[in-house]
T-cell receptor
Framework: KAGVTQTPRYLIKTRGQQVTLSCSPI?????VSWYQQTPGQGLQFLFE???????NKGNFPGRFSGRQFSNSRSEMNVSTLELGDSALYLC????????????????FGAGSRLTVL | AQKVTQAQTEISVVEKEDVTLDCVYE???????LFWYKQPPSGELVFLIR??????QNEISGRYSWNFQKSTSSFNFTITASQVVDSAVYFC????????????FGSGTKLNVKP
């Protein structure tokens, strides 16, 4: 069974550019969550999508956005990149959204490491 | 305020030593979940255990064991007879109703197991 696949694994951008990261969840998983990991702030929740709808959102500026497609694949976009956006962006999937029957085990991908110069 | 505190930034042990990783959480919810994840150098977070707030039973899985104490808001993780392959960063996480898939992670504890 394939795991969570994130692309690209590494990318370098310059300030002011935008970036799109992709996440393919485990087959059958309908919920996708995104997390940002930095040395200073640690792991922080960005947002969660379930059935193409954003279910929860973390405390990030509007430059951070995402979407989910009908096949559960998800993308996140960061516009007008800043140096502080340099981070490992982790995607996680679970069978269902986490607002009904309790917390699900999140299966994480290997991440997309973004460097902003 | 930090919802999950892992006070140990880095721990170094020699192989075969036992080691305990501490996790203290803060929540006002009566329904919540606690998790431990392992992050090897490859970057992928690997699930280790999930506990809900109604289940204080300790758990043992091979060399791993977890001690959940609601009275002290702690969910500690012990590795018995550590091995070099246990070297990684370990994260404790909390999720609360109703946004159960929104995890609050601790800052992580880097475990170095030396041969």
């Amino acid at each position: 069974k394939a795991g969570v696949t994130q692309t690209p694994r590494y990318l370098i951008k310059t300030r002011g550019q935008q970036v799109t990261l992709s996440c393919s969840p485990i087959s059958g998983h309908r919920s996708v969550s995104w997390y940002q990991q930095t040395p200073g702030q640690g792991l922080q929740f960005l947002f969660e999508y379930f059935s193409e709808t954003q279910r929860n959102k973390g405390n990030f500026p509007g430059r951070f956005s995402g979407r989910q497609f009908s096949n559960s694949r998800s993308e996140m976009n960061v516009s007008t990149l800043e140096l502080g956006d340099s981070a490992l962006y982790l995607c996680a999937s679970s069978l269902v959204g986490g607002s009904s029957s309790g917390a699900n085990v999140l299966t994480f991908g290997a991440g997309s490491r973004l460097t902003v110069l | 305020a930090q919802k999950v505190t892992q006070a140990q930034t880095e721990i170094s042990v020699v192989e075969k030593e036992d080691v305990t990783l501490d996790c203290v959480y803060e929540t006002r919810d009566t329904t919540y979940y606690l998790f431990w994840y392992k992050q090897p150098p490859s970057g992928e977070l690997v699930f280790l255990i999930r506990r809900n707030s109604f289940d204080e039973q300790n758990e043992i899985s091979g060399r791993y064991s977890w001690n959940f104490q609601k009275s002290t808001s702690s969910f500690n993780f012990t590795i018995t007879a550590s091995q070099v392959v246990d070297s990684a960063v370990y994260f404790c996480a909390l999720s609360e109703a109703p946004a159960f898939n929104k995890f609050y992670f601790g800052s992580g504890t880097k475990l170095n197991v030396k041969p």
